[in-house]
């Protein structure tokens, strides 16, 4: 996705909005775009169809697996069955089962197994193998979109037999479906829609898949990855100025999962455009480490070079002193951009070795993530807080997920609704709230937190105000709080504008704006002019 996608580009297919961008190539990254004009907020990049897509598996697929021709979540042991090759479906009659963009191609080649089971079927039937045969069917079914797949970047430079990459896609992929299906095929059929084919192909496809793909999720709740010719020359940066989008209701079938990118903060005039392939809310260690394992590179971006990423403190970890004496001062890495970099005090001589660290960090991870597991009540998140918050600084990411999880239980939940819980909350939100701003300052990777923050900070000024109107206290005393509380739910909704066709934006939106409603008629009750 970066590192030199080398084909060239198609300019009449890649729908640049004129004059506002340009294709440029150098040795380091290879092919990336930069803004032709200054452009701002809302300006449109490009939009493009996608060249293929296909259905990751979901999240149980014990209980459901997606419809090959739909994508919509079907009961794994009961749902229907194609006709033909027997794969779990919707509905015999779904329109994508003779679609050759959906399942019309692949299930010739998934009927060489036609036996249906009911025993160990997330194995049986391998929805993440799905992609890589659609990649494969493009030359016969597509073949002007294989030759553009074909210039794709896949790094198998880097995915070499016993490689984590190499082993897992032979095992899970390609093995897969050579075995089960394509070493069955006739040669009449094999020469028809698979001309060219070899374990050696599939491996190249699972390549572009990691490196280029990107995650769709749909109103159903099921995930796609699609491959974009022109979307995947864009820069990565970790602090992106472009936001991405997806059609799933159209006109023309054809522009299902169309993608549209569009700028989100002001991009001076000859400035990279960007977007990010990692998670705005991980620290430096974190995102550069999943980067290089995943797209081969290794970030160098604003955000990663600086220590503090962006004054944020989000990867900060505090000192504990020397053993004779304490220290309040706090660790950063010296040089954010060696793996092997040490951590230095700010206040004393103290440093800690990097991969004590990561060693660390990831044991604090599989706390939070046992926490998760069991439920987190509200003493569970607090008893973990307090003691993760003696080893970090109070933004580090870590805590900040903890304190997501605590602010949106805080207020509902009975002996957890008191003045200094309410409090404890709205700055728990405010203070979430600064360090999102800073990270993705154009809502293009945390839209959705950013909107539970200020749904959840609106909850909590709304609760102060109705209980201190309640206790005698007049609403002209209380107009600032019903003025941040109108403020703080107005963001909430302004935040999600981009997310409304995913189904976590539209569910989110849908609370949100209810809530917004009952505002409204309560400040109309009283006669509140905000």
Same mark, same amino acid.
């Given at each position: 996705?970066?590192?030199?996608?080398?084909?060239?580009?198609?300019?009449?297919?890649?729908?640049?909005?004129?004059?506002?961008?340009?294709?440029?190539?150098?040795?380091?990254?290879?092919?990336?775009?930069?803004?032709?004009?200054?452009?701002?907020?809302?300006?449109?990049?490009?939009?493009?169809?996608?060249?293929?897509?296909?259905?990751?598996?979901?999240?149980?697929?014990?209980?459901?697996?997606?419809?090959?021709?739909?994508?919509?979540?079907?009961?794994?042991?009961? /749902?229907?069955?194609?006709?033909?090759?027997?794969?779990?479906?919707?509905?015999?009659?779904?329109? /994508?089962?003779?679609?050759?963009?959906?399942?019309?191609?692949?299930?010739?080649?998934?009927?060489?197994?036609?036996?249906?089971?009911?025993?160990?079927?997330?194995?049986?039937?391998?929805?993440?193998?799905?992609?890589?045969?659609?990649?494969?069917?493009?030359?016969?079914?597509?073949?002007?979109?294989?030759?553009?797949?074909?210039?794709?970047?896949?790094?198998?430079?880097?995915?070499?037999?016993?490689?984590?990459?190499?082993?897992?896609?032979?095992?899970?992929?390609?093995?897969?479906?050579?075995?089960?299906?394509?070493?069955?095929?006739?040669?009449?059929?094999?020469?028809?829609?698979?001309?060219?084919?070899?374990?050696?192909?599939?491996?190249?496809?699972?390549?572009?898949?990691?490196?280029?793909?990107?995650?769709?999720?749909?109103?159903?709740?099921?995930?796609?990855?699609?491959?974009?010719?022109?979307?995947?020359?864009?820069?990565?940066?970790?602090?992106?100025?472009?936001?991405?989008?997806?059609?799933?209701?159209?006109?023309?079938?054809?522009?299902?999962?169309?993608?549209?990118?569009?700028?989100?903060?002001?991009?001076?005039?000859?400035?990279?455009?960007?977007?990010?392939?990692?998670?705005?809310?991980?620290?430096?260690?974190?995102?550069?480490?999943?980067?290089?394992?995943?797209?081969?590179?290794?970030?160098?971006?604003?955000?990663?070079?600086?220590?503090?990423?962006? /004054?944020?403190?989000?990867?900060?970890?505090?000192?504990?002193?020397?053993?004779?004496?304490?220290?309040?001062?706090?660790?950063?890495?010296?040089?954010?951009?060696?793996?092997?970099?040490?951590?230095?005090?700010?206040?004393?001589?103290?440093?800690?070795?990097?991969?004590?660290?990561?060693?660390?960090?990831?044991?604090?991870?599989?706390?939070?993530?046992?926490?998760?597991?069991?439920?987190?009540?509200?003493?569970?998140?607090?008893?973990?807080?307090?003691?993760?918050?003696?080893?970090?600084?109070?933004?580090?990411?870590?805590?900040?997920?903890?304190?997501?999880?605590?602010?949106?239980?805080?207020?509902?939940?009975?002996?957890?609704?008191?003045?200094?819980?309410?409090?404890?909350?709205?700055?728990?939100?405010?203070?979430?709230?600064?360090?999102?701003?800073?990270?993705?300052?154009?809502?293009?990777?945390?839209?959705?937190?950013?909107?539970?923050?200020?749904?959840?900070?609106?909850?909590?000024?709304?609760?102060?105000?109705?209980?201190?109107?309640?206790?005698?206290?007049?609403?002209?005393?209380?107009?600032?709080?019903?003025?941040?509380?109108?403020?703080?739910?107005?963001?909430?909704?302004?935040?999600?504008?981009?997310?409304?066709?995913?189904?976590?934006?539209?569910?989110?939106?849908?609370?949100?704006?209810?809530?917004?409603?009952?505002?409204?008629?309560?400040?109309?009750?009283?006669?509140?002019?905000?």
């Amino acid at each position: 996705m970066k590192k030199a996608d080398r084909g060239k580009l198609d300019v009449l297919n890649l729908n640049l909005v004129l004059c506002f961008i340009k294709a440029r190539t150098s040795e380091e990254l290879g092919r990336y775009l930069i803004a032709a004009r200054d452009l701002a907020p809302g300006d449109l990049v490009l939009t493009e169809r996608p060249l293929v897509f296909g259905p990751k598996a979901t999240v149980v697929p014990e209980a459901t697996m997606p419809c090959v021709g739909c994508y919509r979540p079907v009961p794994t042991d009961v /749902g229907e069955r194609c006709a033909k090759c027997g794969w779990p479906v919707c509905s015999g009659n779904c329109p /994508g089962l003779t679609d050759p963009r959906h399942h019309g191609a692949e299930c010739v080649i998934l009927s060489a197994r036609p036996e249906c089971v009911l025993d160990n079927m997330p194995d049986y039937y391998r929805h993440d193998a799905l992609l890589p045969l659609r990649c494969a069917l493009l030359q016969s079914t597509a073949p002007e979109l294989w030759t553009k797949l074909s210039e794709m970047q896949s790094h198998m430079e880097c995915r070499s037999p016993g490689t984590d990459a190499y082993d897992e896609a032979n095992e899970f992929i390609v093995e897969y479906l050579m075995n089960n299906f394509i070493n069955k095929l006739d040669e009449e059929t094999k020469k028809k829609y698979l001309p060219e084919m070899s374990a050696e192909h599939l491996h190249v496809f699972c390549g572009i898949i990691d490196t280029n793909a990107l995650e769709i999720r749909l109103l159903e709740g099921t995930e796609l990855l699609a491959l974009y010719t022109n979307t995947c020359i864009m820069e990565h940066s970790c602090i992106p100025n472009t936001k991405h989008t997806f059609s799933h209701v159209t006109k023309d079938r054809n522009d299902f999962f169309k993608i549209t990118v569009k700028v989100v903060v002001p991009v001076l005039k000859g400035n990279h455009i960007t977007t990010m392939y990692s998670h705005a809310l991980w620290g430096t260690q974190a995102r550069r480490q999943h980067l290089k394992d995943t797209k081969y590179f290794a970030c160098r971006c604003e955000r990663c070079a600086d220590p503090t990423e962006l /004054g944020t403190y989000i990867s900060a970890m505090k000192c504990l002193g020397d053993g004779d004496s304490i220290c309040d001062g706090i660790h950063l890495p010296e040089d954010p951009l060696d793996d092997e970099t040490d951590w230095a005090c700010n206040k004393c001589s103290v440093k800690v070795n990097g991969s004590q660290v990561l060693m660390l960090i990831s044991q604090m991870a599989e706390e939070i993530e046992a926490v998760e597991m069991m439920g987190g009540t509200i003493q569970m998140w607090e008893d973990l807080l307090c003691r993760l918050s003696m080893f970090l600084h109070p933004n580090h990411y870590h805590l900040f997920s903890i304190k997501h999880s605590l602010l949106q239980l805080y207020g509902r939940q009975a002996g957890y609704t008191s003045d200094e819980i309410l409090n404890r909350k709205i700055k728990m939100c405010k203070d979430l709230i600064d360090i999102t701003k800073k990270l993705d300052p154009g809502n293009a990777r945390l839209s959705l937190y950013m909107a539970v923050l200020q749904h959840e900070l609106h909850s909590a000024l709304v609760m102060i105000v109705k209980k201190a109107n309640g206790e005698g206290k007049p609403l002209d005393d209380l107009k600032p709080l019903i003025s941040e509380a109108k403020t703080a739910i107005n963001g909430a909704l302004d935040s999600l504008k981009d997310d409304m066709e995913e189904i976590a934006g539209k569910k989110l939106f849908a609370v949100i704006n209810e809530n917004k409603k009952d505002f409204d008629k309560y400040c109309k009750k009283k006669k509140i002019n905000v």
